[in-house]
């Protein structure tokens, strides 16, 4: 049985240094424009790095891990735009299904269909998905004031986060407009969230075999009036999240 070898990707740079304070042994290797980190987390061997934005960067990023670093499984954290209304800033979203909103090669085949595969969905294994569930909540469980402090969750409205399990969609978009969003919802009405990279890891993933689970934090809400200070959530909230998810996933053990 080979090693466990666990790749991570973050979507920030603030969530990447936040994971980096978990890892010992810490070395470095840079290629491909890209900063890959190696060590242990809770003496697990991990590679953690940088996933840069889109899908194709995304892409191209992990399969560097699969093809250089023989990761056996792969944990993608970040944050997403809300969909669905019921989500609120602070929420976790975790995918059971990845679907790139922007493949359509119709008529050829269905639209959202990925050419080749046969498949418009990629699906999250069952024990990660209840792996990273068990770790969010956990976190939840435990009080986020633990590590945010109340202003902050005051001022981003953090009162009562929740965690979601549904479908996340993925394309070379970003949804700034209420409009833009409403319409995605209509054609996708399963789609809880929205982001850029994780139904194209997802597809890498799948190709090579290679288990999977993608966890995105809200940072804003389906609507128009959710407008935030961006690099500030993503220092002082979405980091930190990141941090505490990433580490109780290793507590529970990696198998």
Not at 101 to 117: K, N, V
Request: with cysteine; proline share 4%; net charge negative.
């Amino acid at each position: 049985m080979n090693e466990k070898v666990i790749g991570i990707m973050g979507a920030m740079h603030e969530e990447i240094n936040s994971v980096l304070e978990l890892m010992t042994g810490v070395e470095e290797f840079s290629f491909g424009k890209r900063t890959y980190y190696t060590g242990t987390i809770n003496g697990i061997k991990t590679v953690l790095v940088f996933s840069r934005w889109g899908k194709v960067a995304a892409a191209t990023t992990v399969t560097s891990l699969i093809t250089r670093f023989n990761i056996t499984d792969l944990i993608f954290i970040g944050v997403a735009g809300a969909i669905d209304p019921k989500l609120k800033i602070g929420d976790v979203v975790i995918a059971d299904r990845l679907i790139q909103h922007d493949m359509d090669a119709r008529p050829l085949m269905p639209r959202f269909e990925i050419p080749l595969l046969g498949l418009s969905y990629f699906e999250t294994e069952p024990r990660h998905l209840t792996r990273a569930q068990q770790a969010v909540e956990g976190m939840f469980n435990r009080g986020i004031q633990k590590f945010i402090n109340q202003e902050e969750i005051e001022r981003f409205a953090l009162n009562a986060p929740r965690l979601y399990t549904g479908d996340i969609a993925s394309g070379d978009k970003f949804f700034a407009s209420q409009e833009d969003k409403e319409a995605l919802h209509a054609v996708l009405p399963e789609t809880l969230c929205v982001e850029m990279e994780g139904a194209a890891v997802a597809q890498v993933c799948y190709e090579y075999e290679v288990p999977f689970v993608v966890i995105r934090i809200i940072s804003d809400e389906c609507n128009e009036n959710s407008s935030i200070d961006f690099p500030d959530f993503i220092q002082n909230v979405s980091s930190r999240y990141a941090h505490r998810i990433i580490e109780n996933i290793f507590e529970l053990g990696i198998s």
